[in-house]
């Protein structure tokens, strides 16, 4: 903890060394503070704090003057970590890069972000533009909002969220809260949206520790969480409208759609139950549809963009001007969603300063080409906009116009192209454009193949864009030893990196560790912990490691109950493991099963038709012993040698056996012996017994 810190403790009043989580005297806990007066604070030359305008459990917001800005734009507020994240490489890199992707952003309805940076004292902070206005949430609490009013602020919002999702960017953290309100130059009100990507940095997907601030909130804001951020799975754009549709509910009816005694309980509510409706009119009707469509717990069966939700909200406001009995008449028709025309304001508005040759203007240009937003869709116009903002280095329409080169959308695909404008990109900083330079080096797209430039930019995607998917990559990287020398614990390190984003295949391997004690400290209740976040999002094979540990580990004996029907869910869902443990507990009679040869050997031949040795072992055990089968030597002897040919050493054994027993045809003497020491090598007892007593023969 850097010296701008100490621990305090709000019962006593008491400040400690920053090493300790409880007060020593009361045992209450501690929160990080800021204990240097603003002025003592070294933000640059740039920057004078002046007064404290807002904390809570993990930040504090200063205002403050930008001296190098013109009159009239010097206020700022200056947002600062209070959670020791300059010594907390994780917490430092979700910062940093989520303050970038903020900064890079520019709408009239975003706060804008004018320098992030660490402090000479080890102090991140982020400097935006001072907001002199309210919170939507104040205006709720006041019940001083109408209708048609918050639903103009929350279409604004809206429309600053699609700029955001254009970029590849997702709030998390909609709350009203988080919504400003403030005078625009009409001299009316517009809303205004703060706090872009925070709630990443802290409410970790699959490891979401819920902590109260000293406000009374929850990190990741539970009243607004999409079910699949609750469930720790992945979000996406479909998560902001769900978020955003919470916003629109609360604004309708003064109370969010979900409310409860704890946060676990809201939690469980947004996972499992529908919102209660609330309209008694047909303009309140109207709302509500919209709104529902929005909260649907089912991602995909929300809007298809938050630009739709947007588009239903506008038609929605019109609703708004016309008499009870006509909005009553226009809910009973089915209305097709409106096309934007190339007429909408906001396409004139950006080809006019496009054309004037603003580069993040040509930017927003191409994508709505590309996308097909207020015009008819047009990759090559789309392609022709991207040059001409990456003619004036503006690094993201560079790396977008390697996408163009590489997919071969809107011009001739061309890999050498395509590692041109990426490599362009990166020398900007663009961290997007690592990871497609890691595929040109991966696999000699553009250039020679690399192995060790490719880890380089895989790194640097995973590091700096903190990139799910390349962490994913890294792990399997380290784990199975490929590009790099085997490393389980740094396997460990990235698999843990992804599965706290939400990535289930990175969730699974993280299990698998924890389960084998590779990379970390055994620890089942982990595993299962990480079995159970890859099994919501859908990983057959975590059905099938669940019930197998519930089954055999006696730590989780009081899961045994359980164990069935997960192992009954993996085969059902394909899982040829899942099918080969269930011929385990028939064959055995377990789990509340009784011993059933026959149903064993048929649930041993399906596993074994998709190739799973295991099972091809047990049917060799099976026609040896004639337990389901008629017994036969032979086909037991078949079963075994297709194991064995699968790497299976106590199929090796078995037919080694087999062939000293006369019970086939004898084996050469050299397969004889090879399948022994083999056996033997990998730690057969009978088998090192049988090879010492031959060797001391021979």
């Known amino acids: 903890m850097t010296a701008a810190f100490r621990k305090h403790c709000a019962g006593c009043n008491r400040t400690f060394s920053g090493s300790l989580t409880s007060c020593p005297h009361d045992g209450s806990h501690l929160n990080s503070t800021l204990v240097i007066a603003p002025g003592q604070l070294k933000l640059g030359e740039r920057y004078q704090l002046l007064q404290e305008i807002g904390r809570g459990g993990m930040g504090v917001i200063y205002r403050g003057i930008d001296k190098s800005a013109e009159e009239g734009k010097k206020d700022v507020a200056i947002k600062m970590l209070l959670a020791d994240a300059g010594s907390d490489e994780v917490m430092y890199k979700r910062f940093m890069a989520e303050a970038r992707a903020a900064s890079s952003l520019s709408h009239p309805n975003i706060v804008a972000v004018r320098e992030f940076a660490v402090s000479s004292q ?128 609360e604004c309708c009816t003064g109370h969010s759609p979900f409310e409860g005694e704890n946060f676990l309980n809201v939690i469980f509510k947004h996972i499992n139950e529908a919102p209660a409706n609330f309209a008694n009119t047909a303009k309140q009707e109207a709302f509500e549809r919209i709104i529902m469509k929005a909260l649907s717990k089912n991602a995909d069966d929300r809007y298809s963009s938050m630009a739709e939700f947007k588009q239903q909200m506008e038609r929605c406001l019109k609703l708004m001007c016309m008499e009870e009995s006509e909005v009553k008449a226009s809910l009973g028709q089915s209305v097709p969603v409106e096309e934007d025309t190339g007429d909408d304001h906001m396409f004139l508005r950006t080809l006019n300063l496009a054309e004037g040759g603003l580069a993040s203007a040509q930017l927003d240009l191409a994508h709505i080409y590309k996308e097909g937003l207020y015009v008819e869709k047009n990759d090559e116009l789309a392609y022709e906009w991207l040059l001409k903002a990456a003619q004036q280095g503006l690094a993201e329409a560079e790396c977008r116009l390697g996408d163009c080169f590489y997919d071969g959308e809107g011009v001739e695909k061309d890999s050498d192209k395509a590692f041109f404008w990426y490599s362009k990109a990166a020398e900007h900083d663009y961290p997007p454009a690592y990871y497609s330079l890691y595929l040109c080096y991966r696999f000699g797209e553009g250039t020679e193949a690399d192995l060790e430039k490719a880890l380089h930019y895989c790194i640097l995607s995973a590091d700096k864009l903190d990139f799910d998917y390349a962490q994913f990559l890294l792990g399997t990287f380290y784990e199975g030893g490929e590009i790099v020398e085997p490393d389980l614990e740094r396997a460990a390190y990235w698999y843990k990196m992804a599965a706290n984003q939400g990535n289930a295949d990175a969730q699974f391997a993280l299990a698998q560790l924890y389960e084998n004690g590779q990379g970390v400290e055994a620890d089942i209740l982990e595993a299962e912990r990480w079995f159970l976040r890859a099994a919501e999002q859908g990983v057959v094979e975590a059905f099938t490691s669940l019930g197998y540990i519930y089954w055999t580990h006696k730590d989780l004996v009081d899961k045994q109950g359980e164990a069935l029907n997960y192992l009954e869910e993996g085969k059902r869902n394909g899982s040829n493991w899942a099918t080969y443990y269930l011929g385990n507990v028939h064959y055995h009679g377990e789990l509340g099963v009784s011993r059933n040869f026959k149903e064993a050997v048929a649930l041993y031949r399906k596993a074994a038709a998709k190739d799973n040795p295991s099972s091809m072992y047990m049917l060799g055990e099976c026609y040896a012993r004639g337990n389901g089968v008629v017994q036969d030597y032979a086909a037991s002897a078949h079963w075994y040698g297709e194991a064995a040919e699968r790497g299976y050493y106590l199929a090796k054994w078995e037919l080694y056996c087999l062939s000293r027993d006369k019970k086939i045809k004898a084996l050469s003497e050299e397969e004889s012996r090879k399948y022994l020491t083999e056996a033997a090598e990998c730690g057969v007892g009978d088998a090192q017994a049988e090879l010492a007593r031959l060797l001391r023969e021979e």
Do not use: W
């Open 122 to 249: 080890g102090v991140p902070f982020m400097v935006m533009d001072y907001l002199d206005g309210m919170p939507l949430s104040e205006l709720i609490k006041k019940s001083s909002i109408i209708p048609e009013l918050a639903l103009k602020f929350v279409i604004e919002v809206a429309d600053a969220l699609s700029h955001a999702h254009n970029r590849g960017i997702v709030h998390r953290d909609l709350k009203p809260s988080n919504i400003m309100i403030i005078k625009d130059s009409d001299n009316g009100h517009k809303a205004v949206l703060v706090d872009f990507g925070i709630a990443k940095i802290f409410s970790l997907p699959g490891n979401m520790s819920l902590r109260l601030t000293q406000t009374g909130e929850v990190f990741g804001s539970p009243l607004y969480m999409s079910p699949e951020q609750c469930m720790g799975q992945k979000v996406d754009y479909r998560s902001d409208i769900y978020s955003l549709g919470c916003v629109l509910y």
